[in-house]
């Protein structure tokens, strides 16, 4: 069974910055792409930004460009997002995502995804 966790929210202020993990169990890790998304209370569920298994790869939502970085360490089956100079709008809940397929390139939708952590709450004070 794939188990997916997030750590890292929390709360701070606009220009700060804030650094998500994510560990997955089992052997999914390192052949899936992985991805963030986030939900902000009211709005549907976004993708924010994707890795591919291979880390050869990246995709950002125009609104983080240049502002957060994603990468990720095989070894230990970790993902992370690196959040700098963050805005109110940046609040939401964080989620990690593991793709259904295997070796597959980045998707911004949920349903190419089929395991998700419990989620992180990221709140930017203004």
């Known amino acids: 069974q794939v188990q997916v966790l997030e750590s890292g929210g929390g709360l701070v202020q606009a220009g700060g910055s804030l650094r998500l993990s994510c560990t997955v169990s089992?052997?999914?890790?390192?052949?899936?792409?992985m991805a963030w998304f986030r939900q902000a209370p009211g709005k549907e569920r976004e993708g924010v930004s994707c890795?591919?298994?291979?880390?050869?790869?990246?995709y950002y939502q125009d609104s983080v460009k240049g502002r957060f970085t994603i990468s990720r360490d095989n070894s230990k089956n970790e993902l992370y997002l690196q959040m700098n100079s963050l805005i109110p709008e940046d609040t939401a809940i964080y989620y990690c995502?593991?793709?259904?397929?295997?070796?597959?390139?980045?998707?911004?939708?949920?349903?190419?995804?089929?395991?998700w952590g419990q989620g992180t709450q990221v709140t930017v004070a203004s």
């Open positions: 890795i591919t298994w291979s880390d050869t790869k990246t």
């Open positions: 089992g052997t999914v890790f390192r052949s899936r792409a």
């Open positions: 995502a593991v793709q259904y397929s295997p070796y597959g390139s980045c998707s911004d939708s949920p349903s190419s995804y089929n395991h």
